[in-house]
């Protein structure tokens, strides 16, 4: 019976229904089949709680797998990911291309922790090269939890659906008091300005509250973002910070 449970809990999802959790939320299955799904998404828990314990304080970077090297969003995901760093935070995205790249190159190339929680799909999304701890996800939902669990800041870099999924889903972590009002900026004034439009029109039609839009730090300025976290997380809850070292394998496989 363990031998069964623990050759289950170690599968890999090998075709394109097992990689998502489509056929999970199709509806009811088999009692059987329900019950694997459910050890294997404690399993992805447990292996995020282990990969993640021992690495320090870390920043999350969201934004779009899509951008390129050249664009000018990849190169300020880059200074922002060094600039965490020096602060003294480690750098965590989901381990993806374009912006999440950007933003573990950066801290990779200042000598700190980057972190990449990647998800595991049939058409896209190899890891990037700039990762320090690479954990793969087969479940979206779990992999959330590990972006946002583990983080005392979130930076939204422009991004598309995935991108405003995440932020959407920290700010009502945040608005329902589920987690601590962490700092979330907005890096991007001229792309985030029609969303901030929108905001506005759902305080005028009581949909969010005034006090809501004060969650977002909308900004284009490195200098502005660091001094906004450093100011709401680093002084605010007297944080001994240094440049968080690289972890090691030892202390991972505690």
């Given at each position: ?73 990849y190169q300020n995901a880059v200074k ?129 509250s005034p006090s809501d839009i004060d ?23 007297e944080l001994n910070l240094k440049k ?11």
């Amino acid at each position: 019976m363990f031998e069964w449970i623990t050759n289950l809990l170690r599968k890999k999802p090998h075709t394109e229904e097992e990689m998502e959790e489509r056929v999970f939320l199709e509806g009811p299955h088999s009692r059987l089949r329900e019950f694997g799904f459910l050890l294997r998404v404690m399993w992805g828990f447990l292996y995020g709680f282990r990969s993640l314990h021992f690495v320090g304080p870390l920043v999350t970077v969201f934004g779009s797998a899509r951008t390129e090297e050249d664009s000018p969003y990849y190169q300020n995901a880059v200074k922002v990911g060094g600039e965490l760093v020096n602060m003294g935070f480690g750098v965590m995205t989901g381990g993806g291309p374009g912006i999440m790249e950007a933003a573990n190159r950066g801290a990779h190339e200042a000598g700190g922790t980057s972190i990449g929680c990647n998800i595991i799909l049939p058409f896209e999304q190899e890891p990037n090269p700039y990762l320090d701890v690479m954990i793969n996800f087969n479940y979206f939902f779990v992999r959330k939890v590990m972006l946002l669990k583990y983080s005392y800041a979130f930076i939204i870099m422009p991004g598309g659906a995935g991108t405003m999924d995440e932020l959407f889903e920290t700010i009502t972590l945040i608005q329902t008091k589920k987690i601590y009002n962490f700092p979330v900026i907005l890096f991007g004034k001229e792309y985030f300005d029609p969303l901030m439009e929108l905001l506005e029109h759902m305080v005028e039609k009581e949909t969010i509250s005034p006090s809501d839009i004060d969650l977002f730090f909308v900004t284009d300025s490195i200098e502005e973002a660091m001094e906004h976290i450093k100011v709401n997380i680093v002084d605010n809850h007297e944080l001994n910070l240094k440049k968080v070292p690289k972890p090691s394998r030892m202390l991972l496989e505690k």
